[in-house]
Nanobody, 124 residues
């Protein structure tokens, strides 16, 4: 069973950095492709980035390219999202998610397991 818990959110000034973590308490973490999504107030949840089971393959939304990096440590059952050069538009609740599909995907409907999210607020 996959149980995801995010941490690392907070308040940061524009231009700053945050590192989000997501820990899976289950036993099969290394078999899942992982993704990060975010949802701003009044908006739909959107894809941020994804990583395959080994960490060798990643994908990003255009808004995240060059600023965010997704990584994972299978020994720690943890996936990370390093966010640099943060902007006020990055303010949202950030969610990690897991999928059993064979390849990394940015399709929200492919993800069957979700954490509860962590709030990221970027001030001007």
């Amino acid at each position: 069973q996959v149980q995801l818990v995010e941490s690392g959110g907070g308040l940061v000034q524009a231009g700053g950095s945050l590192r989000l973590s997501c820990v899976d308490s289950g036993r099969d973490f290394r078999t899942y492709q992982m993704g990060w999504f975010r949802q701003a107030p009044g908006k739909e949840r959107e894809f941020v980035g994804s990583i395959n089971w080994s960490g060798a393959s990643t994908g990003y939304a255009d808004s995240a390219k060059g600023r965010f990096t997704i990584s994972r440590d299978n020994a720690k059952n943890t996936v990370y999202l390093q966010m640099n050069s943060l902007k006020p538009d990055d303010t949202a609740v950030y969610y990690c998610a897991a999928t059993g599909v064979a390849l990394i995907t940015r399709n929200i409907d492919d993800y069957g397991y979700w954490g509860r999210g962590t709030q990221v607020t970027v001030s001007p």
